[in-house]
């Protein structure tokens, strides 16, 4: 059973249209993140949430909406997609906000999106 | 202002042999983690070992320990009896707050036959 599934793992599509990456973990954590890595590999967080409530909102443009409809998913929704929005996308999750736990966070297998 | 650093953007070791990769970080937080993650081509992120701010002793992990300097703000990742299964991407990676991990720029690791 995979424990952060990402779904699709791939999406290519035209600037403009609107797209989302749905995302769901069954280890029980309280809270989830999604990540953007740029062509350089770096890793940025973007948003996280915890237990359904919005924690973190990093610089991030209006035309990303992140929707957690329970603990177990996040989703993550962008308008008018960019040729910069080009990257990878990963979910991840972790226990509860605010503890060290030797487990680290649990990384989904990422999406690649490719705006064309 | 970068927290991790990983100075290394790339490096080619033999098989067999072991491997040090270099992490150091800046934090005035008295309590933090940092972790090591492994991203092989595939592109999945795998976590590989933790160490705590207040851990005594050096992580260890299989053939993964994390040499960990706190007065030096350093984290190295040593992998013994390097792999051809080892190449990949490597992440060292720290606390910030209570809310999140930042990363560093990663170091690709390359194991030569």
């Known amino acids: 059973d995979t424990a952060v599934s990402q779904t699709p793992k791939y999406l290519v599509t035209q600037m403009g249209n609107d797209k989302s990456i749905k995302c769901e973990q069954n280890?029980?954590?309280?809270?989830m993140y999604w990540y953007k890595q740029d062509s350089k590999k770096f890793l940025k967080i973007m948003f996280s949430y915890n237990n359904k409530e919005l924690i973190i909102n990093e610089t991030v443009p209006n035309r990303f909406s992140p929707k957690s409809p329970d603990k177990a998913h996040l989703n993550l929704h962008i308008n008018s997609l960019e040729l910069g929005d080009s990257a990878v996308y990963f979910c991840?999750?972790?226990?509860?906000?605010?503890?060290?736990?030797?487990?680290?966070?649990?990384f989904g297998s990422g999406t690649r999106l490719t705006v064309v | 202002a970068q927290k991790i650093t990983q100075t290394q953007p790339g490096m080619f070791v033999q098989e067999k042999e072991a491997v040090t990769l270099d992490c150091t970080y800046d934090?005035?937080?008295?309590?933090?983690?940092l972790f090591w993650y492994k991203q092989p081509s595939s592109g999945e992120m795998i976590f590989l070992i933790y160490q705590g701010s207040y851990d005594q002793q050096n992580a260890t992990e299989g053939r993964y320990s994390l040499n960990f300097q706190k007065a030096r703000k350093s984290a190295n990742l040593v992998i013994s009896a390097s792999q051809l299964g080892d190449s990949a991407m490597y992440f060292c990676a720290m606390t910030e707050g209570d809310d999140k991990i930042i990363f560093g720029k990663g170091t690709r690791l390359h194991i030569l036959p």
């Open positions: 934090t005035s937080d008295p309590s933090y983690g």
């Open positions: 280890l029980g954590h309280d809270t």
């Open positions: 991840a999750s972790s226990r509860r906000q605010g503890t060290f736990h030797p487990d680290g966070y649990t």
